[in-house]
């Protein structure tokens, strides 16, 4: 083999470990930095090593061994000044004479509790949801700085300054790179579930710039999302999230047109959507109700995204009962973009009046003072109860808080439209 070659493949091995190799570093060291430098050293030692010797049976025992035999070489070098240096050395001191196989054993017994530990670690409420999304990607997701940056139309000193100030949040806090238990599970979930959404939701409507869709970020969240569903598969909101993106994600290819211009849903080309995606979204939906999950924020609106991809056609999707189930998502997580949501499926449901009397009673609501939305919406409905004059201005208003180019675009090709009389 071919030294490239070779190294290629080294470097497509380590994507694969990375996480889990980080996750049992950090647990055992207690440091985010000091377990990505660990995986990196183990890293550049199989690229000296492993094109003379051969990739090993067991390159994820192989790369763990080699890493935490150079904590240990730290740690003694360091002279183990403190009690905590002293403590890590003896949790790693039984690897350091233990053969490939036994640690390929307790990495794959830990495997679930050890990346599940860092990913509730890098998506702690002490650090704000901006950062946990940056650090999340970067700890769980392997993705660089630049690739973040990239991905959130960001800078990379931005993105750079957000990691470094989430692991010192983690460390001033005391985080433990463990799976929380019992009731602090479920709380801390939500946190972590939050993320993946937010690092979907820009993916799939991008919040400024010129591209209304970003799909290599929907990708990372779903893949995050599987994951999770792996290591905590009686989880029914895990699922949820996991049949909500799956589901969103299948018509990501029909949400712009040619030219990148964003595609209504009800005016979407369905043949384009991804029946795979569908099909594990709504296998995962099934699983997630089976387990009693059915009222859980996610899953009800895994259960909405599922009307829609059910529906062969536009005029076939039942909005009497994405109604009802937006009834219930307020219920149960009440804010006023469900309650505006909650407008538009009423609106489609029962006529554009039904919309606008509950679209007038959150008009004040603080969280909607800036949102494009709420006037895109109120704009709709006036449209389809044909008061043309009164939707271009909502249609325009719309336009001008919108962030991102395409969406921007679109709302003002509509008050265009009105002005025209069409």
Aim: glycine share 8%; charged share 25%; proline share 5%.
């Amino acid at each position: 083999m071919a030294a490239d070659e070779a190294h290629r493949a080294i470097e497509a091995v380590f994507r694969i470990e990375r996480a889990r190799l980080i996750a049992a570093l950090a647990r055992s060291t207690r440091d985010v930095d000091r377990a990505e430098e660990l995986a990196q050293d183990a890293l550049l030692t199989a690229l000296t090593e492993w094109p003379e010797s051969g990739v090993p049976d067991k390159p994820g025992a192989w790369l763990l061994a080699t890493a935490k035999r150079r904590a240990i070489d730290g740690f003694r070098r360091d002279m183990m000044r403190t009690r905590k240096h002293a403590e890590i050395v003896r949790d790693l001191d039984g690897a350091h004479d233990m053969s490939a196989e036994t640690i390929e054993a307790a990495l794959d017994n830990e495997l679930g509790d050890e990346l599940l530990g860092l990913i509730f670690a890098a998506c702690h409420p002490v650090i704000s949801p901006e950062a946990r999304a940056a650090l999340t990607l970067r700890l769980v997701g392997g993705l660089t700085t630049e690739e973040i940056a990239r991905a959130f139309l960001s800078n990379e000193a931005t993105i750079a300054q957000r990691i470094v100030r989430a692991k010192r949040a983690i460390a001033k806090a005391g985080v433990a790179f463990a799976v929380p238990r019992g009731g602090e599970l479920a709380a801390r979930l939500g946190s972590v579930l939050e993320v993946v959404y937010l690092i979907f939701n820009e993916g799939y409507s991008a919040t400024a710039g010129p591209s209304l869709v970003r799909p290599p970020l929907c990708a990372e969240a779903q893949r995050l999302g599987r994951i999770l569903a792996a290591l905590m598969p009686e989880e029914p909101e895990v699922l949820g999230l996991l049949a909500l993106m799956e589901i969103q994600a299948s018509r990501l290819a029909a949400r712009t047109g040619p030219d990148g211009g964003f595609v209504p849903l009800t005016e979407q080309n369905r043949a384009r959507w991804d029946q795979l995606l569908i099909r594990r979204g709504l296998n995962a939906l099934d699983r997630a109700e089976a387990l009693g999950g059915a009222d859980g924020p996610y899953v009800l609106q895994a259960a909405l995204g599922a009307c829609h991809a059910r529906a062969r056609r536009s005029r076939d999707t039942d909005w009497v009962r994405i109604a009802a189930l937006y009834d219930r998502l307020e219920q149960v997580m009440p804010s006023p973009v469900v309650e505006l949501n909650r407008a538009v499926a009423h609106s489609m449901a029962f006529g554009p009046e039904a919309g606008l009397r509950l679209v007038d009673g959150i008009a004040d609501a603080a969280a909607l003072r800036n949102y494009a939305p709420l006037p895109a919406a109120r704009g709709d409905f006036l449209f389809r109860a044909g008061r043309l004059a009164e939707a271009g201005e909502a249609f325009a208003a719309a336009a001008v808080l919108a962030g991102n180019d395409r969406e921007r675009d679109y709302l003002l090709t509509r008050a265009t439209l009105c002005a025209d009389g069409s």
